[in-house]
């Protein structure tokens, strides 16, 4: 299902992250890219070259909305201002849909600038699809709601975090941006299996992708964006296409950026899942790691080689 | 606890200044046990203590916090070398959370901060003023909006003693050390490093060197415009006196004929060194495209 409804029906192929240090490159080389994802914060401001870059951009290429601070998951109201300011930039760019995470990150309106896991219990579900319509309404298009990555669990939590993501989704009537890299992640600190997660979400909301790279600690993993996407999580990829058909993907590098080809050639490898999938090729073979299935526990390999 | 309650516990800890070795506090800095707090909200795994799995994200608060603050403020860095700039940060920070979306605005309150807190700047206190008033003028001026320009057929509009807009981008600086100069050498002799300044993206601190040492400039009044030209290229511009005081006036909204006063009240100065200057002075603030057109009653 390459468009649906969460992804206002389009069929965008394979994106890149729209960085600063490729700027000069975008606009002068003019490279052909399925589309751009940019950060929503870094242009809701009034002028300047920002702006003027993504006007340039936007008469060549599609770009969506990606944000890093809506804090569905927040207990308190939404900042008006914010949406006041996304709303203008939505107009702007046009955006088919608009993402943003299911987190959580201020409170009486200070500010942490992170994405704080949520507790998975029933009144976080409630109140966040309660943010996530009022968002909607406001901002009139449609919204998906990205899983993030976590290093802490609550004890008050009542469900695993794919229950929680499914119970927001369905509650808010919204899609949902697969992190398949943030499912890896989190898999590895919590110890599920990673797979477990992407065969139990619903696969006719999702709307689009993320994949990215990230780095290995002693007791716990991070999701820094800052390496080229790993065999385990491409398998998850691999996975997330097969349930959910030839699906928006976006590689995610935001530290320790590499040239512009690089990060695009790396982002394209996800093209042969998505055209095995729509040839309903086996996934074997393509000299990306192992095939899909996942035969070994995820914590057990992953914490050998640590 | 219910979601607000979690989120105010987490968040009260996450914000709480790191120890020197860069490890979560074992008590709050009003005193209360960090390990009970984070115990009641926080699960452990078989790896990590409910305390290691939030140190991490009070870590990364931090981190981030601090590299974007250094970004912003790396002329205030050269003066006062890392480990003051740094303890600085942390003090202000800790006392000021973000109140924004955007890292953005992060420094957007340093200025009177540092007014009441001297102590953090004792050896320098107004060249580390001037400082931090002119990179946060630089990062303010960066992305304002920009308005419809005042063209030569739109003069004849404004009346026989005009009240003039200007556009959003445009800062007026009276500064006593030429920090202008400064930061332009101390950004010459740093590696520009391009980041987005709102990501998603989880970092590990880089621990900055010293870098080298800046000597104090010699004292100097400096009367400085920081404007934007071409849409996104800005500039410090070196203002007379009584052309400063006349810009302040206007931009504040006082008609022409109070604007020439106050200058002349400023300056000391007679009022025809300030009238005889004034075609000159509008022309290159004109073709600075500096006028803009009234709002739109």
Redesign the interface.
């Known amino acids: 299902m390459p468009a649906n409804r969460f992804n206002g029906y389009t069929d965008y192929g394979v994106g890149i992250g729209l960085?600063?240090?490729h700027y000069n490159h975008i606009l002068e080389k003019k490279p052909v890219v399925d589309w751009f994802e940019i950060?929503s914060?870094?242009f809701?401001?009034?002028?300047?070259?920002?702006?003027?870059v993504l006007d340039q951009i936007l008469d060549q290429y599609r770009v969506v909305q990606h944000g890093?601070?809506m804090y569905f998951g927040?207990?308190?109201p939404l900042?008006r201002e914010?949406l006041r300011r996304l709303k203008t930039l939505t107009k702007r760019t046009k955006t088919p849909w608009l993402t943003d995470?299911l987190c959580?990150g201020?409170?009486?309106?200070?500010?942490?600038?992170?994405?704080?896991p949520m507790?998975y219990?029933f009144?976080?579900a409630r109140?966040t699809a309660q943010n996530i319509r009022e968002v909607r309404d406001f901002l009139e298009i449609p919204i998906a709601v990205e899983n993030?990555?976590s290093?802490?669990?609550?004890?008050?939590?009542e469900m695993t975090e794919w229950e929680f993501l499914n119970e927001v989704v369905e509650r808010a009537d919204c899609g949902m941006l697969l992190d398949v890299n943030n499912i890896y992640v989190s898999s590895q600190?919590?110890?599920f299996d990673p797979f477990d997660y992407v065969n139990s979400v619903d696969p006719e909301r999702v709307a689009q992708i993320h994949i990215a790279g990230h780095?290995k600690f002693e007791?716990?993993i991070?999701?820094?964006?800052?390496h080229p996407v790993l065999d385990p999580v491409w398998n998850l990829y691999a996975r997330a296409i097969e349930r959910a058909g030839p699906t928006a993907t976006l590689l995610?590098w935001?530290?320790h950026i590499p040239s512009f080809d690089e990060v695009h050639q790396e982002a394209l490898k996800a093209k042969k899942f998505i055209k095995n999938k729509a040839e309903e090729k086996p996934v074997n073979g393509n000299g990306l790691g192992r095939p899909y299935a996942h035969p070994d526990p995820p914590y057990a390999a992953e914490k050998a080689r640590v | 606890m219910d979601l607000a309650e979690i989120q105010k516990v987490m968040l009260g800890v996450i914000q709480q200044p790191l120890t020197p070795s860069e490890g979560m506090r074992k008590r709050t800095l009003d005193g209360r046990p960090v390990k009970k707090i984070v115990d009641q909200v926080i699960k452990p795994n078989d790896r990590l203590t409910s305390f290691e799995r939030l140190e991490i994200y009070n870590r990364v608060y931090w981190f981030r916090l601090l590299s974007s603050f250094m970004e912003d403020f790396s002329g205030l860095r050269a003066i006062l070398g890392h480990r003051a700039f740094e303890k600085l940060a942390t003090a202000y920070l800790y006392e000021l959370p973000s109140e924004s979306f955007t890292l953005r605005n992060l420094g957007s309150r340093l200025e009177a901060w540092l007014r009441k807190n001297p102590k953090y700047t004792p050896k320098t206190p107004r060249l580390a003023l001037d400082m931090a008033r002119l990179e946060w003028a630089d990062i303010d001026v960066f992305d304002q909006g920009e308005l419809p320009k005042l063209g030569p057929g739109d003069l004849s509009t404004l009346g026989e003693d005009p009240v003039f807009h200007f556009q959003p981008y445009i800062r007026l600086l009276d500064l006593a050390y030429p920090v202008d100069d400064l930061l332009l050498e101390i950004r010459r002799h740093e590696e520009a490093q391009e980041n987005d300044i709102a990501s998603n993206v989880v970092v590990e601190r880089t621990h900055e060197p010293q870098g080298k040492r800046w000597s104090v400039p010699k004292r100097e009044k400096v009367l400085l415009a920081v404007h934007r030209q071409n849409g996104e290229d800005i500039f410090f511009k070196r203002l007379e006196p009584e052309a400063f005081a006349l810009l302040r006036a206007l931009l504040r909204g006082k008609p022409l004929s109070q604007a020439i006063e106050e200058s002349v009240n400023w300056t000391q100065g007679k009022i025809e060194d300030i009238t005889g200057q004034l075609h000159e002075w509008f022309a290159n603030w004109s073709s600075l495209g500096w006028f803009c057109k009234p709002p739109a009653e």
């Open positions: 960085r600063i240090p950060i914060e870094n809701m401001i009034d002028g300047g070259r920002p702006l003027r890093v601070s927040s207990a308190q900042n914010h995470h959580w201020s409170v009486d309106g200070k500010y942490s600038h992170d994405l704080l507790p219990t009144e976080a109140k993030v990555s290093y802490a669990e609550f004890h008050v939590s600190n919590h110890n780095s007791k716990y991070l999701d820094t964006h800052d995610e935001d530290d």
